[in-house]
């Protein structure tokens, strides 16, 4: 059972980046995950002629759908920029909107921002439920990036433990749909 990380930051050693492997590090067993980190800076700004009905999307572009459409769960990683959600994210975002990736799939949301990313979490709940995402709002997770070590654990036993949890509720959601 495959979950999809996506991470919001284009930093290189983004703490949202390593908040997904540190969240793939406490996954329940038989879950596997796949990330959408580094990929986020090759995207082109979204332009609504490149994704028309007889348009082929640009590489970079088919790749997150890819992923996206293999995928069971999605956990979202993103910071907060200027009490919103980064350009580069919500550029990713709007490629989905017309091909339906999020479509009844299981997202849990997990903020990392210094500033705790309440702001940036509010902003994009209704764009994930306007693509048709399951949210699972109730079990998303706001934390500052001081949470993680350099090893990319989480330091806080409270913390990983609300992790974990918000990992199983999404896993026991993926399953639910299997049946």
Known sequence: MNILGLSGSLRANSSNARLLRAAAGLAPTGVTFTFYDEQL???PAFNPD???EDATPPPQVALLRQLLA????ILVCCP???????????NALDWTVSSG???DKPVVMLMASPSG???????????LLVLGARLLAQHSVVL???HLDAANSIRNAAVETVVRQSLDIL???MLAREN
């Open 80 to 90: 907060e920029y200027a009490h919103g959600v980064p350009g580069a994210f919500k």
């Open 171 to 173: 896993v026991t959601d």
């Open 50 to 52: 490149l994704d028309g």
């Open 70 to 73: 293999a995928a069971k769960g």
């Open 117 to 127: 990313a309440r702001r940036a979490l509010a902003a994009l709940e209704p764009t």
């Open 101 to 103: 990736e999020f479509t």
């Open 144 to 146: 500052v990036p001081s």
């Open 41 to 43: 800076a090759q995207l």
